[in-house]
């Protein structure tokens, strides 16, 4: 499910790009600085309303400027779609689809799933568990083409009401027992939804690991899901204990549920964190979000991701830089992959195959397109 044609306008040092990528791979080249990231965060902010990078919009509007555009076109089974983003500094923004204003950036993600594997993949294991939930959570999104997007929604609505519930004297018992048992319905949905989704993931990933062959750890890496209460416990009991009661009095806070999981990555019993060098992190990780986009492209479905590679090339040795383009290529998922030189690439014959290619070169936040010659 490719993207055909994206304008970027006043994005970082992207004054105005618009070019049209290959289903294949589309490398783009510059030095650094030139911005080779800003735009891969650009497509990545046309399918999910995000960047890859920062939390904020200011840093993603042209210092200039006073808002950002996107503007993009994806190919799918059903037919052409036309996708657009605004983001102000003002903290206005809109999102249209097919000329339509659409209430959520996730019907982005619906339409142009992406997948970014970069530099930072170590954060999986050494960041904090909102990563490792991001992580999870884009899979039990995009899983079966997005039927459960919706739950999100949900759970964060349900959570929401559970939390003003908590804050507010007003409220009636019976309403706020209507709240609990809503919360606690998608709770559960989202929490066995992520279970089912970790064991596809990490058969996934154990497949990959094989024909990866000899990286260090990887078959050793065991995932174990925390649901984010007590297990011993049902989720009713963990919010019914007096501590917890007593807690949720003062803070106005939910205290036990899915917005509090986390994955505990270990290796021999052994937080892998303690183990592992931000090298051996950073390899694990990437097989980690190959391994996503191996569980959507094992339902042989329209809902392949985009996949960004982000300075990879340079960071890994020639035989996993073959065996990493191989496998994407494998995918024919439609890829941008940033480098300093076109020379960094193994040479074509290696892993290219039948896959389409394009090349871009970049200097100071323009593009140009570039015959590929090795
Ligand atoms: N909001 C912004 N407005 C203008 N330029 C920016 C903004 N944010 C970052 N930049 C600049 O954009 C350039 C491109 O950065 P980047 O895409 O990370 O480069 P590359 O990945 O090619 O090394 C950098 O020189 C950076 O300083
Ligand atoms: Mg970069």
Redesign the pocket.
């Known amino acids: 499910m490719p993207l055909k044609r994206i304008d970027i306008h006043n994005?970082?040092?992207l004054t105005r790009v618009s070019f049209r990528p290959v289903h294949g791979f589309n490398i783009i080249v510059?030095?650094?600085?030139?911005?080779?990231?800003?735009?891969?965060?650009a497509v990545y902010a046309l399918g999910s309303g995000k960047s890859f990078?920062v939390t904020q919009v200011?840093?993603?509007?042209?210092?200039?400027?006073d808002r950002f555009l996107l503007y993009g076109e994806v190919q799918r089974k059903d037919g052409q779609h036309s996708l657009g983003l605004e983001k102000r500094l003002n903290g206005e923004g809109s999102v249209v689809i097919d000329g339509s204003r659409a209430t959520t950036t996730s019907e982005l993600a619906l339409l142009l799933p992406i997948q970014h594997v970069g530099l930072d993949d170590f954060q999986l294991f050494e960041g904090g568990p909102r990563i490792r939930r991001r992580f999870i959570d884009w899979g039990v999104f995009h899983v079966e083409h997005g039927k459960n997007s919706a739950l999100f929604r949900r759970f964060e609505r349900a959570i929401k009401q559970r939390n003003s519930g908590l804050r507010s004297v007003k409220i009636s018992g019976g309403e706020r027992d209507a709240w609990d048992s809503e919360f606690l319905r998608c709770a559960t949905s989202l929490d066995d939804a992520r279970q089912a989704y970790l064991d596809r993931l990490m058969a996934a990933y154990r497949d990959l690991c094989a024909r990866f062959g000899d990286v260090p750890y990887a078959n050793q890496l065991m995932i174990h899901y925390s649901p984010g209460w007590d297990q011993k416990l049902t989720l009713k009991e963990a919010l019914q204990r007096p501590g917890s009661m007593e807690r949720e009095r003062k803070t106005g806070i939910t205290q036990a549920g899915p917005h509090r999981a986390d994955l505990r990555m270990v290796i021999e019993g052994i937080p892998a964190r303690d183990i592992l060098s931000r090298g051996q992190m950073k390899v694990l990780g990437h097989l980690l979000k190959l391994a996503q986009i191996r569980v959507l492209a094992n339902q042989h479905n329209d809902q392949l991701p985009v996949i960004l590679l982000?300075?990879l090339v340079a960071e890994l040795d020639e035989r996993n830089v073959n065996k990493l383009l191989n496998t994407v290529r494998e995918f024919s998922a439609q890829v941008f992959l940033?480098v300093l030189d076109t020379k960094q690439l193994p040479s074509q014959q290696h892993w290219l195959g039948e896959a389409e290619i394009k090349l871009f070169h970049?200097e100071q936040?323009q593009l140009t397109e570039q015959p590929f010659q090795e």
């Not at 200011?58 to 400027?65: D, M, N």
């Open positions: 994005f970082r040092n510059g030095c650094n600085g030139s911005g080779k990231s800003s735009l891969l965060e990078r200011k840093p993603l509007v042209q210092f200039t400027a982000d300075d940033t970049v936040g």
